[in-house]
Nanobody, 126 residues
């Protein structure tokens, strides 16, 4: 069992920045691939970014590429999502997810993840 707790969400003006954190417990963190997803009202949950076990490979949705950065600190059992140049369309609940399995792809699919956090709200005002 893996427990994930997100933090760092809030209200920010367009063009601003936020850093989300996701603290994991219950399993050796360095064995988990991690991802961030988001869900805006009325929309389906969508992939944002992912990072492999060692942090050597990262993947991003086209909508956030160049603005968001995913990283991990295996010593702190934490994954981060640095969000810069935020836009109103980034407003959503952001979810952290953990995968126990190895996949050769970019971990963009929700079925590739075994555990989910409760989510943290990010609101970007125009």
């Amino acid at each position: 069992q893996v427990q994930l707790v997100e933090s760092g969400g809030g209200l920010v003006q367009a063009g601003g920045s936020l850093r989300l954190s996701c603290a994991a417990s219950g399993r050796t963190f360095s064995t988990l691939a991690m991802g961030w997803f988001r869900q805006a009202p009325g929309n389906e949950r969508e992939f944002v970014a992912s990072i492999r076990y060692s942090g050597s490979s990262t993947y991003y949705a086209d909508s956030v590429k160049g603005r968001f950065t995913i990283s991990r600190d295996n010593a702190k059992n934490t994954v981060y999502l640095q969000m810069n140049s935020l836009k109103p369309e980034d407003t959503a609940v952001y979810y952290c997810a953990a995968s126990l399995s190895y996949y050769s792809g970019s971990y963009e699919e929700q079925y590739e993840y075994d555990y989910w956090g409760q989510g943290t709200q990010v609101t970007v005002s125009s």
